[in-house]
């Protein structure tokens, strides 16, 4: 039992430690260059998408896609994880 709790523990942590860096991972990522967590700048807040999406099923993959082939959004540095990572922060706020 201590064994599982020590381990939730962890797995916990990271988790928020990948939520954390997420602000520092739209900026490395060039996203706060139009994005805003809570302004609108050039495009919508962070704020305003996850507002918008919240409770759509296939929102995080929509947005994924959306980010990847840079139809409806221009092209975005990033890896596909540091993509996923992303649209799981925006959508988190």
């Known amino acids: 039992m201590r064994n599982i709790v020590i381990a939730a523990t962890a797995v916990l942590g990271f988790a928020g430690g990948i939520a954390l860096a997420s602000p520092e991972l739209a900026k490395s990522s060039g996203c706060t260059n139009c994005h805003d967590v809570e302004a609108k700048k050039v495009g919508p807040s962070f704020k ?3 507002a918008k999406y919240k409770g759509k099923a296939d ?3 929509q947005l994924t896609t959306m980010l990847s082939e ?3 959004h221009p092209a975005t540095k990033g890896s596909a994880d540091d993509k996923k990572t992303l649209v799981k922060w925006i959508l988190s706020l």
């Open 70 to 72: 840079a139809k409806k």
């Open 48 to 50: 305003s998408i996850s």
């Open 59 to 61: 929102a995080e993959a």
